[in-house]
């Protein structure tokens, strides 16, 4: 996390007035703007248009999009400057020094002006760390951001096992499992393709699954806590003539997998609660098949919501 503080007295909220924080988030595929104040907040998101039939968009293409649709998201978020206490972004995946994508520049760029010009207190963190606390804060566990537990980030661009940690009001990720080649994400949207879905396809995939019979399962080989999705892909190609069984044992196989990585955690680390985050993890089917605090629907896809969390309890 880095942060900056403006010169003494400027952009003061006005007296009677809760301060919020507000924040960014350009993921490559969700344009997003979001507040928090303490207690309630709102999220105002956009997915990017992506053809028929690819798999996702160049990051030149991501950023532009982010450019043209940021203004329309600010403008639906029904919030005044003069609420505004601090202002946040997300600047890289993760907070790794190595993790960068272009796209997050949009999202930084725009946090960046408000907060100069309104005089402003100014936050950065990751993606990764945004998905976390929305998870938290809407499962109605934020008190978990002050505790050690463990966290699934299951997205189209990541797939790990986090132990996270409180570091002063903000939050610390440590990778310590997760896939060794193909994100989750890229095998739902794989096995959407294969489909004929549309992109991303998660929600169509979910549908189709919660439709099958469930009598063709298939297992991947699970090392200790990590794993390998990318095998799946031609098993899955065997069935296309069922769809429903298809989409179906593409999801059973990432619950049964990521199930079985979260328990040799919970055997090496001890007992600790476990969070489930990012776009794959609003899957119904994987809600069903797997035990911890699942981050609500609209909170497991790309917001920002988490850095406008993460804001306020780091300046305000």
């Known amino acids: 996390m880095r942060k900056t503080n403006p010169a003494d007295g400027a952009g003061a909220v006005g007296a009677g007035i809760s301060p919020a924080a507000l924040a960014f988030d350009t993921s490559n595929y969700t344009a997003s703007a979001a507040w928090f104040d303490g207690e309630k907040g709102e999220n105002s998101g956009q997915l990017l248009e992506v053809e028929k039939g690819a798999l996702g968009l160049r990051q030149s293409e991501a950023l532009f999009r982010h450019v043209r649709q940021l203004p329309a998201v600010v403008e ?10 601090a202002v946040g972004a997300s600047s890289k995946p993760r907070e790794t020094e190595a993790s960068y994508m272009p796209c997050f520049l949009a999202g930084v760029s725009q946090a ?5 010009l309104a005089g402003l207190p100014y936050a950065e963190f990751s993606h990764q760390q945004g998905h976390i606390a929305a998870a938290a804060w809407s499962a109605g566990m934020s008190g978990l951001l002050d505790e050690p537990f463990l966290a699934w980030h299951l997205s189209g661009g ?11 009001r903000s939050i610390s990720c440590e990778i310590i499992g997760g896939t060794t080649d193909i994100s989750a994400g890229q095998l739902v949207d794989r096995t959407g393709k294969l489909l004929g879905l549309g992109f991303p396809a998660g929600r169509e995939l979910d549908a189709l699954a919660l439709r099958a019979d469930r009598k063709e399962r298939f297992k991947v080989k699970v090392n200790g806590t990590e794993f390998s999705l990318s095998g799946m ?18 999801l059973a196989a990432i619950a049964d997998a990521v199930g079985r990585a979260t328990l040799e955690a919970v055997k090496s680390r001890g007992t600790l609660k476990v969070l489930f985050t990012g776009g794959v993890a609003s899957s119904k089917i994987l809600r069903g ?12 896809s790309d917001n920002a919501m988490g850095v406008a969390i993460l804001t306020y309890r780091e300046l305000l």
């Open 112 to 116: 960046k002006s408000i907060a100069s």
């Open 76 to 85: 639906k978020l029904g919030i005044g400057l003069a609420r505004v206490g």
């Open 158 to 168: 990541t797939t790990e096992l986090l132990l996270v940690r409180p570091r002063g």
């Open 289 to 300: 098949m797997l035990d911890g605090y699942f981050a609500s629907p609209e909170y497991s």
């Open 233 to 250: 892909e031609n098993k899955l190609a065997r069935l296309e003539a069922n769809p429903e069984e298809t989409a179906y044992c593409a």
